[in-house]
C-alpha cells in the first residue's frame, strides 16, 4: 500500500515523536510512507496509536479532496472525515472506549461529537450491545456530558432492537427529560422510533403531535413506525387515520409499511388481508416500489391450495396484458368532478381568500380571455421548462421541436411561457408563433397553474408538455378533488420526452388506462415503480 503524505512535516503535535517514529521504523518502510498532509498524517498516527497490535493504514477521504476543498471543511467536517477510518473496530467485539475519547479530544471543541458519532455508527448497524457499552461507559466516565442526540439515538437502537430491551427506552428516557422537553425534528423521529417498541407505544402520538408544529412540510417516514405498530396491535382505525392524513398532504407512507402489510397478511396477524393493502394503494393512488412488489408475488406464490402464475411484465398504452391478454380500464372522469376540479385550480392555485399568488388581476382577466376565445387546446406546453431543459441545443430549438411534434400530428398546442422567453432566437419563435398560440405571464408570475388551468379549461383529454412532477401542488386543493388531479396528471401528463443528437425529439406520450391495482376473478395486475417509469405484476390463478 502506498500512502503519499505532503511534505510539510513542520507542525506542533504532541505526538510528533510517535510520527517520525513510525515513519522513519520499518512500518514505514513496509508501507512506502512518504509526508503528504498534516491532517493524513495524524490520522494515521492516530490509528497507530489506537491500534498498536492490529494496525490498518486507510487513505483519508480528506487528504483526496482539492486543496479548494480542505480550505472549506470546518474542524467537525474534518473531524468526522477522520473518525470514518476507525468504523471497522466499532465493528469489533471488543471497543476501547477510552482509546477513542482519548484521541479525540485532540480535537478540543469538536471531542464532544465523538460519542454521537459512535452511537449513530451502532443505530445504523443494529447493534444494541456496543450501543449498551457506550452508554455503560458514558455513564461511568462522563454521565452529566451526554449529548441529547446520543440519548435519542440510543432510545431508537434499544426500541427497534427487541421487546427486552423496553426498560432502557424508559430509563434513558428520563435522562432525556432532564436535558429538555421540547423536541427538533430529528428527536423526534429517533424518540417514535424507540417508542413504537415498547409497550408504551402511543406515547409516541404525543411526539407525532410535537412534530405538527415543527414545520409546515410533513416528514412521511417519521409516522411509518406509528402506523406499523397500530396494525400489529390491532388498531387499524389509526392506522387508516394517519395514512388519510398523509395522502390529504400528498406524502405516502414508507414502503416498510407496505412490506410489513403484505408479512401481516402472510402470517395472518389480525384482520389484515391482502385485498386491504391493493385496495390502499388504489384508493390513494401509491405505488409500491421494486422489493415491495417481490414481496407481494411471494405472497400469491406461497398461497397454501391456490396456484398462482406470477409473471413481470410491461404494459403498453393500449392497455393489453401480453401475458394474460387481460385489457385494463379505461381512465375516464366524471365531467361534474372536473369542472368542480377546474373550479378549485383558479380558487386554490391562482386566487386564494382574494389573494392572488404571484400574478395580478389584470394577468388572470386576459388570460381568461384568451382561453374563451382561443382555446380549447389539444396540448399544453410549459414553454420555459421545455426550452431549459440540459440539452446543447438553443431553448428556442427545443421549444420549437416540441411544439412540431405535435402540429405534425394535428394537434392544436398552447405554449405558456414568461416575458424574456421573446429574446430567444428569433426565427425559432416565429416559426412557433406560425404553429401554435402563446401566452406570456408576467416574469415574477408562477406560470405552474396558469399551465394546469389552460389544460383541465380545455378538457380531460388535453396533454400537458413539462419536467415539473405538478403534484406537489395537490395539496393545495381540496382534499375531495386531490385523488381526481393526481389520477389525471398521472394520465395526461407526458411521462418522459429527450432531444436526440441528431436534433429530433422523442416522446413518451401518457397511457390512456388506469395504472392501478385491477382485479378479476382469477387474475390481479398490480403496477410498481421501475425505474422512471412503471412495470406489471401479472398475477394469474
Not at 510539510?8 to 515523536?17: D, E, G, M, V
Not at 427506552?169 to 432532564?178: A, D, G, H, I, R
Not at 410533513?218 to 398523509?246: C, F, Q, T, V
Request: proline share 3%; aromatic share 12%; glycine share 4%.
Amino acid at each position: 500500500m502506498n500512502i503519499c503524505f505532503r511534505r510539510n512535516l513542520a507542525f506542533a503535535h504532541p505526538l510528533k515523536r510517535s510520527i517520525q517514529n513510525v515513519i522513519s521504523g520499518e512500518l514505514g518502510k513496509q508501507y512506502c510512507i512518504r509526508p503528504k498532509s498534516n491532517s493524513a498524517l495524524m490520522t494515521f498516527c492516530r490509528i497507530n496509536h489506537m491500534f498498536r497490535s492490529k494496525l490498518t493504514i486507510y487513505k483519508s477521504s480528506y487528504c483526496n479532496q482539492p486543496k479548494q476543498r480542505q480550505q472549506k471543511l470546518n474542524p467537525y467536517e474534518i473531524f468526522r472525515e477522520e473518525l470514518k477510518l476507525t468504523e471497522q473496530f466499532l465493528d469489533e467485539k471488543h471497543i476501547n472506549f477510552n482509546e477513542i475519547e482519548k484521541i479525540c479530544k485532540e480535537y478540543g471543541t469538536v471531542a464532544r461529537f465523538w460519542q454521537t458519532y459512535c452511537m449513530d455508527h451502532f443505530y445504523h448497524t443494529n447493534n444494541i450491545n456496543h450501543g449498551i457499552k457506550l452508554m455503560e461507559y458514558l455513564e461511568k466516565h462522563n454521565s452529566q456530558k451526554i449529548s441529547l442526540k446520543t440519548l435519542t439515538l440510543f432510545i431508537a437502537l434499544a426500541g427497534r432492537s427487541g421487546h427486552q430491551y423496553q426498560n432502557l427506552v424508559y430509563k434513558t428516557f428520563e435522562k432525556v427529560l432532564k436535558i429538555t422537553d421540547v423536541f427538533d425534528m430529528s428527536s423526534i423521529k429517533y424518540l417514535i422510533q424507540g417508542f413504537c417498541g415498547t409497550d408504551n407505544w402511543r406515547k409516541s402520538l404525543e411526539f407525532l403531535e410535537m412534530e405538527k408544529f415543527q414545520s409546515s412540510t410533513k416528514n412521511a417516514g417519521i409516522r411509518s413506525p406509528i402506523i406499523i405498530k397500530a396494525l400489529y396491535e390491532g388498531d387499524i382505525s389509526l392506522a387508516m387515520k394517519i395514512l388519510h392524513e398523509l395522502a390529504a398532504e400528498g406524502n405516502e407512507p414508507s414502503q416498510i409499511v407496505f412490506v410489513e402489510m403484505v408479512e401481516m397478511a402472510e402470517k395472518k396477524i389480525g384482520t389484515l388481508n391482502i385485498k386491504t393493502l391493493l385496495d390502499l394503494l388504489k384508493e390513494k393512488r401509491w405505488y409500491p416500489d421494486e422489493n415491495t412488489a417481490f414481496k407481494i408475488k411471494n405472497y400469491f406464490l406461497g398461497l397454501q391450495g391456490e396456484e398462482w402464475q406470477c409473471l413481470d411484465t410491461n404494459i403498453k398504452n393500449n392497455g393489453v396484458c401480453p401475458c394474460c391478454g387481460v385489457h385494463l380500464p379505461i381512465a375516464k372522469f366524471n365531467s361534474s368532478d372536473f369542472e368542480n376540479l377546474k373550479k378549485d385550480i383558479m380558487e386554490k392555485l391562482i386566487v386564494a381568500s382574494n389573494v392572488f399568488h404571484n400574478t395580478s388581476p389584470v394577468e388572470i382577466k386576459r388570460f381568461i380571455e384568451f382561453l374563451n376565445t382561443q382555446g380549447p387546446f389539444d396540448v399544453v406546453i410549459d414553454g420555459l421548462n421545455i426550452g431549459l431543459c440540459k440539452t446543447p441545443l438553443n431553448p428556442g430549438v427545443k421549444l420549437r421541436l416540441a411544439v412540431e411534434y405535435f402540429t405534425s400530428k394535428g394537434k392544436k398546442v398552447l405554449v405558456i411561457g414568461k416575458q424574456h422567453m421573446k429574446t430567444w432566437k428569433k426565427e425559432s419563435m416565429r416559426r412557433i408563433q406560425e404553429e401554435a398560440m402563446l401566452f406570456y405571464v408576467d416574469n415574477i408570475s408562477e406560470d405552474d397553474p396558469f399551465i394546469l388551468y389552460a389544460a383541465c379549461h380545455s378538457g380531460e383529454n388535453t396533454m400537458i408538455v413539462t419536467r415539473d412532477f405538478l403534484h406537489n401542488h395537490s395539496t393545495r386543493i381540496g382534499v375531495e378533488y386531490q385523488q381526481l388531479f393526481n389520477k389525471w396528471l398521472q394520465c395526461r401528463k407526458i411521462p418522459k420526452f429527450i432531444y436526440t443528437k441528431s436534433g429530433e425529439i422523442l416522446i413518451w406520450e401518457p397511457s390512456g388506462h388506469e395504472i392501478e391495482p385491477f382485479h378479476t376473478t382469477d387474475s390481479w395486475h398490480i403496477p410498481y415503480k421501475y425505474e422512471d417509469g412503471f412495470k406489471w405484476l401479472c398475477l394469474v390463478k
